[in-house]
């Protein structure tokens, strides 16, 4: 599991300033990851679509050095952190809709955070489809839940609890519609407040 110290390596307030339940939220999120990941195998090369600072690639890095890492992401001061703290990680400029030459070839694709903040995600996931990898990992925010925690947290309370920069809201059921036509979903599952899927190109 993700250690607390880990959490003071990065800039995002989100991870930086996160309170014990929070981070233990997320210790719970990275861990379904890293199960994930093991189920995911055979993998060797991994893209993850908005690495951000790195906070899972990071990780996952550092549990698997002898897998090749790769992130894309559209905050290019982000780019420049992920470089900085984890330099095993390729990290490069880009965007969900465009994720440019498939070649060598990814055998695992992770979209964690992303699809809700798109305004278009079926298109993002016909992007990730393109690039043929063997699995792919993809989490959104488990509603209504996740606005009920910023509630809760007295986060968002005039907006209901909803991330101002989501645009998108799925239940387990909402997002399987989303992800099948183009994947077979293995695994669904939750840890609250998100869901996750692993899941193979059709």
Same mark, same amino acid.
């Given at each position: 599991?993700?250690? $607390? #110290?880990?959490?003071? &390596?990065?800039? *995002? ?10 981070? +233990? =939220? ?5 861990? *379904?990851?890293? $199960?994930?990941?093991?189920? #995911?195998?055979?993998?060797? &090369?991994?893209? %993850? ?16 050095? %002898? +897998? !090749? ?8 001061? @982000? ?5 900085? =703290? ?5 990290? &490069? ?5 465009? =994720?440019? $030459?498939?070649? /060598?070839?990814? @055998? ?6 992303? =699809?809700?903040?798109?305004? #278009?995600? $079926? &298109?993002?996931?016909?992007?990730? !489809?393109?690039?043929? /990898? ?9 509603? /209504? ?7 809760l947290a007295g986060n968002n309370v005039r907006r209901l609890g909803n991330d101002p920069d989501h645009i998108n809201h799925w239940n387990p059921t ?15 599952t939750t840890s609250y407040p998100w869901v996750l899927c692993l899941a193979a190109p059709r």
């Open positions: 599991m993700i250690s $607390d #110290a880990y959490f003071g &390596r990065f800039e *995002t307030v989100k991870y930086r300033n996160a309170g014990a339940l929070k981070r +233990k =939220l997320i210790q719970r999120f990275a861990s *379904t990851i890293h $199960d994930l990941f093991v189920e #995911a195998n055979p993998v060797e &090369r991994v893209l %993850e679509i908005g690495v951000g600072e790195g906070f899972l690639s990071g990780y996952l890095s550092e549990k698997f050095p %002898e +897998k !090749q890492f790769h992130g894309v992401d559209l905050n290019p001061a @982000d780019v420049e952190r992920v470089k900085r =703290l984890f330099p095993r990680i390729e990290a &490069r400029v880009g965007s969900a809709y465009d =994720l440019g $030459d498939p070649s /060598p070839g990814f @055998d695992l694709v992770i979209c964690a955070e992303v =699809l809700e903040h798109l305004d #278009a995600p $079926d &298109r993002a996931l016909a992007e990730i !489809q393109r690039l043929s /990898p063997r699995r792919v990992i993809l989490s959104v925010p488990h509603e /209504p839940f996740f606005k009920l925690s910023n509630l909402s997002f399987r519609r989303l992800v099948e036509p183009r994947f077979e979903i293995l695994r669904l």
